[in-house]
């Protein structure tokens, strides 16, 4: 059973890689905090049924992971895609992307629009410095899978970023 304390470590400890992950799932950062959220209760709630049979930071990874895509599969997620595609938002404006945006917003936007099975694997490889033999047991998939992934997802966000003319390239 984990003391109150020791929940407040862990929380401080894995939030914000929580909620990245999350983030890169669902695409919201109201819902990614909702999911992380999900995720500490239910690990507080089930704290007996835990067994410490591995890295806690796997088991967080993998429930994040699991919530998050039970939220894409789930009817709300679907009746808010339903209604954005028929009233699409008044208030967007077209700006020009480059100006707006950095290099670093560039790239994850990119990420976001991969499939989920490449973005999960460049996200827990680079943003959450994995190794490949931990991607694999928290997705459990093979690592000869998560290396091809891993080589597949890169080349696919290469294609979406070889048009850009990145400006840390003109300041070398």
Do not use: H
């Amino acid at each position: 059973m984990f003391p109150i304390q020791n929940l407040k470590e862990i929380m401080n400890l894995y939030t914000e890689p929580l909620l990245r992950l999350a983030y890169y799932y669902v695409k919201d950062t109201q819902i990614a905090e909702d999911i992380v959220q999900e995720v500490f209760i239910k690990m507080y709630n089930s704290q007996t049924n835990y067994e410490e049979r591995g890295e806690l930071k796997a088991y967080l990874y993998k429930m994040t992971s699991n919530k998050s895509k039970d939220y894409l599969k789930s009817w709300s997620y679907r009746n808010v895609q339903l209604q954005n595609k028929i009233l699409p938002s008044a208030s967007k404006t077209e700006v020009d992307e480059l100006v707006r945006k950095d290099e670093q917003t560039i790239i994850g936007d990119a990420i976001l629009e991969l499939p989920i099975k490449y973005r999960e694997v460049l996200i827990y490889y680079y943003f959450n410095d994995m190794k490949i033999s931990e991607i694999a047991g928290i997705l459990s998939t093979a690592e000869s899978t998560i290396k091809t992934r891993l080589v597949r997802g890169k080349e696919l966000l290469k294609n979406k970023l070889k048009d850009i003319e990145w400006e840390v390239l003109f300041n070398e």
